[in-house]
C-alpha cells in the first residue's frame, strides 16, 4: 500500500492515520472509535425498529426508554415487558426513586409534633 493515505473508519472523520501507525489501526483515536461504536449501535436499533414495522408488529412494540428516551424495538433481543432499553438506565431510575423517597422522608415528619398545653411564658419556658 505504498503511496496510499489510510483514514480513520469512523463515517464523520476520516482523518488520515499516522504512517507509522500499526496495520490493524482503524480510529484515528478513542473518541472516534466510541463515535463509531455508537453510530453502530444506533444502525442497529433502527434496522431493528424498521423491520418491526414491514412484519406488521403492532405500534406498541416499539417504546421508549423513559430515562434516556431511546427508542427500541421490544422482543428479540428484549423482552415483550421491558420497560428501560439498558440495565444502566434501570439503575438510574432506581436511584432516583430512592432519591426522591428520601427527599420525601426529610420533608414530611414522622410524626405529628405534640399540641402545648401552657402558653410558653418565662415562668414556665424550658432553662437551657
Known amino acids: 500500500m505504498a503511496g496510499q493515505v489510510r483514514r480513520c473508519a469512523h ?4 482523518k488520515p492515520l499516522p504512517a507509522d501507525a500499526r496495520s490493524d489501526k482503524r480510529f484515528c483515536d478513542r473518541a472516534c472509535k466510541a463515535a463509531h461504536r455508537r453510530w453502530l449501535r444506533h444502525q ?3 434496522l431493528a425498529i424498521g423491520l418491526a414495522y414491514l412484519w406488521g ?3 406498541e ?3 421508549r ?5 431511546r427508542r427500541f424495538a421490544l422482543g428479540h433481543p428484549h423482552r415483550k415487558d ?4 439498558r440495565d444502566s438506565c434501570r439503575q438510574a431510575a432506581l436511584r432516583a426513586r ?3 423517597e428520601r427527599v420525601r422522608e426529610a420533608v414530611t415528619p414522622d410524626r405529628a409534633p405534640e399540641p402545648v398545653s401552657t402558653p410558653l411564658t418565662s415562668t414556665n419556658s424550658p432553662s437551657s
Open 11 to 14: 463515517i464523520l472523520c476520516s
Open 44 to 46: 442497529r436499533e433502527a
Open 57 to 59: 408488529e403492532n405500534p
Open 61 to 63: 412494540q416499539v417504546v
Open 65 to 69: 426508554c423513559p430515562v434516556c428516551g
Open 82 to 85: 421491558k420497560i428501560y432499553d
Open 98 to 100: 430512592h432519591r426522591a
